[in-house]
C-alpha cells in the first residue's frame, strides 16, 4: 500500500466552527508532515511529526493544533479559523530519518472559511 | 536561506515534443531533491528522487539530472502527450525534514 489518505476532501466551516482534519498511511513511513498551499503558489510546510513527536513547526497560528496519535494516523484541529486560511491542506509522509526520505502525499483537503 | 527557482514558470509545446524543465537552488547543501507532478486541485505526485550523491534518475520518459555545485536540476520529458499537461514542482531537502519547494512550471501539452 503506498497510498496516503485524507479526509474530508472538501470542507466548508465558520470561523467560530471546530474541525479536523485527518491524514493515514499504512507504508511504515514514521515521519507525517501538514502542507498548506494557496491558489497557484507552492506547498508551505506547517508541521513535521517524527516517531510520533512533533519535530517541526513552522511558526504556525496556535488556531492550528496538529495531533499525531499513532504511527499512521496524523490530524489537523481546526478553531477560529480566518477567510485567509482558505486552502488546500495537503498531508504527506516519509521514511523518518533516511537520507533519501521520499515524500508521499495525499490528495488533499479543500477548506473554505467562511 | 534555501531558495528554489523553477524556469519557465509556464510552457506550451506541441505533442511529441522532448522538454526540458529546469530548476535552481541557492545552497548546494542539500540532502536530495525530489520532482513531483500536480493536476490542478489535486496532491502531488512523486515522480523521481535524486539523492545529493546522485547525478541523475530515469524513469519511463522521465529522465531527472543533478548538478550539486552549480545548484541546479532538470526534468527531461521525452514524447511529450497531452495526458503530461500538469504543474511540475522540484522541492530541495535541505535535512532534519525541512523541503522547500519551487513554485513550479505550468506544462501544457497541445494535441
Known amino acids: 500500500d503506498t497510498e496516503v489518505t485524507q479526509t474530508p476532501k472538501h470542507l466548508v466551516m465558520g470561523m467560530t466552527n471546530k474541525k479536523s482534519l485527518k491524514c493515514e498511511q499504512h507504508?511504515?513511513?514514521?515521519?507525517m508532515y501538514w502542507y498548506k498551499q494557496k491558489a497557484k503558489k507552492p506547498p508551505e510546510l506547517m508541521f513535521v511529526?517524527?516517531?510520533?513527536?512533533?519535530?517541526i513547526n513552522e511558526s504556525v497560528p496556535s488556531r492550528f493544533s496538529p495531533e499525531c496519535p499513532n504511527s499512521s494516523l496524523l490530524n489537523l484541529h481546526l478553531h477560529a479559523l480566518q477567510p485567509e486560511d482558505s486552502a488546500l491542506y495537503l498531508c504527506?509522509?516519509?521514511?523518518?530519518?533516511?537520507?533519501?526520505?521520499?515524500?508521499?502525499f495525499g490528495p488533499g483537503t479543500r477548506l473554505t472559511v467562511l | 536561506k534555501q531558495e528554489v527557482t523553477q524556469i519557465p514558470a509556464a510552457l506550451s509545446v506541441p505533442e511529441g515534443e522532448n522538454l526540458v524543465l529546469n530548476c535552481s537552488f541557492t545552497?548546494?547543501?542539500?540532502?536530495?531533491l525530489q520532482w513531483f507532478r500536480q493536476d490542478p486541485g489535486k496532491g502531488l505526485t512523486s515522480l523521481l528522487l535524486?539523492?545529493?550523491?546522485?547525478r541523475e534518475q530515469t524513469s519511463g520518459r522521465l529522465n531527472a539530472s543533478l548538478d550539486k555545485s552549480s545548484g541546479r536540476s532538470t526534468l527531461y520529458i521525452a514524447a511529450s502527450q497531452p495526458g503530461d499537461s500538469a504543474t511540475y514542482l522540484c522541492?530541495?531537502?535541505?535535512?532534519?525534514?525541512?523541503?522547500?519547494f519551487g513554485a513550479g512550471t505550468r506544462l501544457f501539452v497541445k494535441a
Open positions: 504527506a509522509s516519509s521514511l523518518a530519518g533516511a537520507l533519501d526520505n521520499e515524500q508521499f
Open positions: 507504508m511504515g513511513h514514521r515521519a
Open positions: 511529526y517524527s516517531y510520533e513527536k512533533l519535530s
Open positions: 545552497d548546494s547543501a542539500i540532502y536530495n
Open positions: 535524486i539523492q545529493s550523491s546522485q
Open positions: 522541492a530541495v531537502n535541505t535535512g532534519g525534514f525541512k523541503t522547500i
